[in-house]
């Protein structure tokens, strides 16, 4: 369509910023629901890749909303990379034992918003959104001993 290596990879990179925007959406954790109530089960881990499907639909119409028609592609796609990573980085938090960081971080972060404090910490792939809302947790630990 005319663009340059570097413009298509700066659409990719925009739509996978906007994935991380849509998984800390309350819609997504409504559909994502069902894994708090059973955060250990990797059955009801990763989205059903059928619902995925259905759901790209509506996806690819609100990329074509904000986007310019030669840039629809690149940033759906970058999107849709977006969710392979959350999805991907999603099941490792939970069954992977990551060595170093950034996994061990974002493990501990993530199993925070689990069993701690389920109103704040949603990123999965990033803490970008829960700084820019006010839903970063905080950093404090919590002293068993005392409670």
């Known amino acids: 369509m005319g663009h340059t290596l570097s413009e298509v990879a700066l659409m990719v990179v925009f739509g996978i910023c906007l994935w991380t925007l849509i998984e800390t959406n309350t819609a997504h954790y409504l559909l994502h629901g069902i894994h708090h109530k059973h955060p250990t089960d990797g059955l009801r881990l990763v989205f059903p890749p059928a619902a995925a499907a259905i759901l ?20 759906f796609g970058g999107g849709l990379l977006g969710y392979v990573m959350y999805d991907c980085t999603h099941y490792y938090l939970h069954h992977g034992q990551p060595s170093s960081d950034p996994g061990k971080h974002l493990k501990k972060y993530h199993l925070n918003h689990h069993f701690r404090i389920q109103n704040k910490g949603f990123g999965i792939t990033s803490t970008l959104w829960d700084h820019v809302f006010g839903t970063l947790p905080s950093t404090k630990t919590i002293d068993k001993k005392s409670s």
């Open 56 to 75: 790209c639909f509506p996806f690819w119409n609100l990329i074509r909303l904000i986007t310019t028609p030669t840039t629809t592609h690149g940033v």
